[in-house]
C-alpha cells in the first residue's frame, strides 16, 4: 500500500523560503522508474504541476518555477523536499505530493499541506 | 507547453445520468500519456485514467476514457453520489507537465 504526506509551516511571509517535506511509504527510490513529484492547488484554481524527481535522481522543474524551486530526495528517510525560495502570495496555495508511475501519471497522492503566504 | 482545456467548466447533471468531459489540447499529446483525477476539496485526488483510456486499480468500469492525440473524453456513466466532484485532466507526455483548468461536475 502506498501512503504519501505532506509536512511543513503552515504560514510563511513574502521573500522567505519554504521547505516542504513528503514522507511515503509502500515503494522506494531503489526501484527503476519510481518519481516523486509536486503539485500545488491555489485557492479556488486548478492544479499547477511544480516539479517532480526520479529514481536516477533526474529532476524537471516547471518553467513558471524553475528559478526559485529545488526538489531533492532522502532515499533512507523515504522522503523528497521541496524548497521555493522568494515566496510572494502568488504561492499560497494546497501542495500535494504524489508518486509518479512508470508512464508518467500520479496514482497516489497526499492530502496535501496548505501554505499561506502572508505578512 | 502544452495547454490543455477542459469543458464545460461547470456541468450539472443528477444521479443516474451520464457525464461527458472533453479535454482539449493545443498540440498533440505524446503517447497519448493523458489521465483523468476525480478531486473532492480536502482530500487527496484520485487517478481514474491513465494513458488516454486505461482505467486505474479500483475504477469501476461505468468510468471509462476515449480519444486521442489533442482530444479527449471522460465519460462517467450511471452518476453516483461520489462522483460529484472536480475533475482534472493532465498530460505527462511533453515536458513541462500541465494540468486542465478543471471541469466541476455539480447535482
Known amino acids: 500500500q502506498i501512503t504519501l504526506k505532506e509536512s511543513g509551516p503552515t504560514l510563511v511571509r513574502p521573500t522567505q523560503t519554504l521547505t516542504l517535506t513528503c514522507t511515503f511509504s509502500?515503494?522506494?527510490?531503489?526501484?527503476?522508474?519510481?518519481?516523486v513529484g509536486w503539485i500545488r492547488q491555489p485557492p479556488g484554481k486548478a492544479l499547477e504541476w511544480v516539479a517532480v524527481?526520479?529514481?536516477?535522481?533526474?529532476?524537471r522543474y516547471s518553467p513558471s518555477l524553475i528559478s526559485r524551486a529545488t526538489i531533492n530526495k532522502d532515499t533512507s528517510k523515504n522522503q523528497v523536499v521541496l524548497i521555493l525560495t522568494n515566496l510572494d502570495l502568488g504561492d499560497t496555495a494546497t501542495y500535494h505530493c504524489g508518486h509518479r508511475t512508470i508512464s508518467g501519471a500520479f496514482d497516489f497522492w497526499g492530502q496535501g499541506a496548505m501554505v499561506t503566504v502572508s505578512s | 507547453e502544452i495547454v490543455l482545456t477542459q469543458s464545460p467548466d461547470t456541468l450539472s447533471l443528477s444521479p443516474g445520468e451520464r457525464a461527458t468531459l472533453s479535454c482539449r489540447a493545443s498540440?498533440?499529446?505524446?503517447?497519448?500519456?493523458l489521465a483523468w483525477y476525480r478531486h473532492k476539496p480536502g482530500q487527496a485526488p484520485r487517478l481514474l485514467i491513465s494513458g488516454a483510456s486505461s482505467r486505474a486499480t479500483g475504477i469501476p468500469d461505468r468510468i471509462s476514457g476515449s480519444g486521442s492525440g489533442t482530444d479527449f473524453i471522460l465519460t462517467i456513466n450511471r452518476l453516483e453520489p461520489e462522483d460529484f466532484a472536480f475533475y482534472y485532466c493532465h498530460q505527462y507526455g511533453d515536458s513541462p507537465k500541465t494540468f486542465g483548468q478543471g471541469t466541476n461536475l455539480e447535482i
Open positions: 524527481i526520479y529514481w536516477n535522481d533526474d529532476r
Open positions: 498540440q498533440s499529446v505524446a503517447n497519448d500519456y
Open positions: 509502500g515503494f522506494s527510490f531503489t526501484t527503476g522508474g519510481v518519481g
